[in-house]
């Protein structure tokens, strides 16, 4: 057993697991669900899951299992810490509207996009039913392709990441992958077209200073629309997030 593994708790990370297994796909899971999405054996699962009713982050009916809304309160400390009432909420809102399209803050996590927050726009050209939380394609999707246009070395996360064909356009290689990171990283912006939705453009621009944490902002629109004017509104709204202190620690 190594330092690292001495310092860690093996229980609790078996139990965050089995949390985690609950990724919004099924609304309920069986142990047997639990057991295969996380690895473990039936019996692990059995105590993790019982161990999360017993905490209140789950409720169980008959073989099914399913969250709480207990599990938001783990969610809160992160989003009252960075401001993301007044910082963030408003600043997507106010450009979303202006832009007639929603706009979404997100970051890396491992090789997937998890979108932390979400303009509530009423109405918009394009409307995927993402809230935040969800979790998109790292390669695909023009979120994906500028947070890995941010990393010092995006190599070796293009090649742990998933390479489905969401769409006939979504590219087939990662070389072609990272040739389209390559140019958002010498453009400032990511576009993606129709690779992750058919007949929907992506994109995204950086919102991290450089150094900091990824985090990127990003909109969608149906094909022919003012692409010009989607990046124009995404750079503004990433300026401003920067200049309320967002994406510069």
């Given amino acids: 057993m190594t330092t690292q593994d001495r310092s860690t708790a093996a229980t609790f990370a078996k139990g965050m697991a089995v949390l985690a297994a609950f990724d919004g796909s099924a609304p309920a899971l069986t142990l047997a669900d639990i057991a295969r999405a996380t690895g473990q054996d039936r019996a692990a699962a059995r105590r993790g899951a019982l161990t999360l009713v ?50 979404v803050l997100a970051a890396r996590e491992g090789t997937e996009v998890l979108l932390l927050a979400q303009s509530t726009l009423a109405s918009g050209p394009v409307s995927f039913g993402f809230t935040p939380g969800s979790r998109l394609p790292l390669l695909h999707t023009s979120l994906g392709r500028m947070l890995l246009a941010l990393e010092p070395d995006p190599g070796p996360l293009a090649e742990a990441a998933e390479l489905p064909r969401h769409t006939e356009r979504s590219l087939g290689s990662r070389a072609e992958v990272l040739a389209s990171v390559a140019e958002a990283r010498a453009a400032g912006f990511a576009e993606t077209d129709g690779e992750f939705e058919s007949g929907i453009v992506g994109y995204a621009v950086p919102v991290s200073a450089p150094g900091a944490a990824g985090l990127v902002v990003g909109t969608s629109m149906p094909r022919g629309s003012d692409g010009e004017a989607a990046l124009r509104a995404l750079r503004l709204c990433a300026a401003e997030l920067r200049q309320s202190g967002v994406g510069v620690g």
């Fill in 54 to 103: 017993q905490l209140g982050f789950l409720t169980q009916s008959g073989r099914a299992f399913a969250l709480t809304p207990k599990v938001l309160t783990l969610a809160a400390g992160y989003l009252r810490a960075n401001h993301f009432g007044h910082r963030v909420q408003p600043v997507l809102n106010r450009h979303a509207a202006q832009l007639e399209a929603e706009i």
